[in-house]
Nanobody
Framework: QVQLVESGGGLVQAGGSLRLSCTPSRRTFSVDALGWFRQSPGKERNFVAALRWNGGSPYYADSVKGRFTVSRDNAKNTVYLQMNSLEPEDTAVYYC???????????????WGQGTQVTVSS
């Protein structure tokens, strides 16, 4: 069972930046995607961005296109989510999950980490 560990959350002012990290406990298979989702209190967990561990293009939710970038460092076995131009609406717990490349559905991802809180103040 792959365990995922997120880190990098925090408190930032609107317009600021944060970089989140997600490290699987072991190297995932090339067909897997690693995705970022976020969840606000009382709301559903929603897709943010994802990529395949080896090859394939990253893809994003419309709400973060042009502001967020998902990338990987194979040598460090880590996936990153660089978040720029943050808005108060980006405030949520951010989760990393392993799942099906190309999907934006939370039902197609699992092995969730514990999450990391991102708070954007206005």
């Amino acid at each position: 069972q792959v365990q995922l560990v997120e880190s990098g959350g925090g408190l930032v002012q609107a317009g600021g930046s944060l970089r989140l990290s997600c490290t699987p406990s072991r190297r995932t298979f090339s067909v897997d995607a690693l995705g970022w989702f976020r969840q606000s209190p009382g709301k559903e967990r929603n897709f943010v961005a994802a990529l395949r561990w080896n090859g394939g293009s990253p893809y994003y939710a419309d709400s973060v296109k042009g502001r967020f970038t998902v990338s990987r460092d194979n040598a460090k076995n880590t996936v990153y989510l660089q978040m720029n131009s943050l808005e108060p609406e980006d405030t949520a717990v951010y989760y990393c999950g392993r799942g099906k490349y190309g999907s934006k559905s939370v039902a197609d991802f699992g092995s969730w980490g514990q999450g990391t809180q991102v708070t954007v103040s206005s």
